[in-house]
């Protein structure tokens, strides 16, 4: 039977530990050093979906452990995945399971080059869920979740638990176009709303907002088109305002780290864009601003 251990035990990896756990896979979250709310032994969470609410109990491990772990689903923000990973990387037996499930692309090649006996899975998630409090997760949202590995097309054995679960999950034999496309919507939505301070709808509402999401469509789909992702940037803006009618009355990701005063995961989205610009020799002035104005906000964050 596999045992999944889940670095990250916020609001998606909390959803994802109670399906598994749901689904009959038993789950164990492990604990980080920074994390205030866990406690090694045993803790309970509780999901809610609008009015029902389901409490599944998960064993709590210390990353320092030395109990072996042969699947472990990462779900840190971008910056954190790394240092998560090399807490645990003692416990990882060659060939172990890994699955990288969170915004952003530049992690995956970082964990691939630095654990390359590691058996590495990247995904992406449209699952809305939000932590209402230390430990209680809403599931706000259904939404669906992709996995894949680059350049395997059919899914490993081990995918048939997640096909199980009470969630859409899909195996993608494309997986780079699926976070690429992911990367770009980010990269034109949450800068926007973590600088202006707004709800995701605003950027259709306010033109020059939406002007703005506009000319970052424009470059990012450059920038995607040079580094041969055409089909994931195909249609960006249209994509984009999908998106943000969808989600309109959400805080993005990046509006509320910057709110909590956090490390945002910009480096890994606008970052990760404009170095894949530089190879490809395309400006794109309007992301490279908000990248700036951006760091500006966690620097000021850092300093108050
Ligand atoms: O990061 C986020 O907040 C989400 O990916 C998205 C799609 C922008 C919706 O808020």
Not at 230 to 250: E, F, G, K, P, W
Request: proline share 4%; hydrophobic share 45%; net charge positive.
């Amino acid at each position: 039977m596999q045992h999944w251990h889940i670095l990250g035990a916020g609001a998606i990896g909390g959803l994802f530990a109670n399906l598994l756990q749901t689904a009959g896979t038993p789950c164990t979250l492990l604990l980080r050093t920074d994390d205030p709310d866990l406690a090694v032994g045993t803790a309970a969470l509780t999901l809610r979906r609008g009015d029902q609410q389901q409490t599944c109990r998960f064993s709590v491990s210390a990353s320092s452990d030395n109990i072996p772990i042969s699947h472990l689903l990462v779900c840190t923000k971008a910056q954190d995945i790394v240092a998560a990973i090399a807490g645990v990387a003692h416990r990882l037996a060659p060939g172990a399971v890994v699955v990288l499930l969170a915004n952003g692309m530049g992690y995956q090649q970082q964990v691939r080059a630095r654990w390359p006996q590691l058996d590495c899975f990247s995904g992406s998630t449209t699952e809305g869920a939000f932590r209402e409090g230390r430990r209680a997760i809403c599931h706000a949202g259904q939404g669906s979740t992709l996995i894949g590995q680059p350049g395997r097309v059919a899914a490993p054995d081990w995918f048939r638990t997640w096909l199980a679960l009470p969630a859409r999950c899909a195996w993608s034999a494309d997986i780079d176009t699926v976070l690429w496309r992911k990367l770009a919507i980010n990269c034109a939505i949450n800068p926007v709303t973590a600088l202006h301070r707004c709800r995701n709808g605003e950027l259709a509402q306010r033109p020059q907002l939406a002007a703005l999401v506009g000319e970052l469509c424009a470059e990012i789909s450059a920038i995607g088109i040079a580094a041969g992702q055409q089909r994931a940037v195909s249609n960006l803006r249209q994509q984009v305002m999908a998106v943000i009618a969808a989600t309109a009355d959400n805080r993005s990701s990046m509006l509320q780290d910057v709110l909590a005063g956090r490390a945002t995961e910009i480096d890994y989205l606008t970052g990760y864009l404009l170095a894949r610009g530089r190879e490809h020799g395309v400006p794109a002035p309007r992301n490279a601003a908000l990248l700036a104005a951006v760091q500006a906000v966690h620097a000021d964050n850092l300093g108050a």
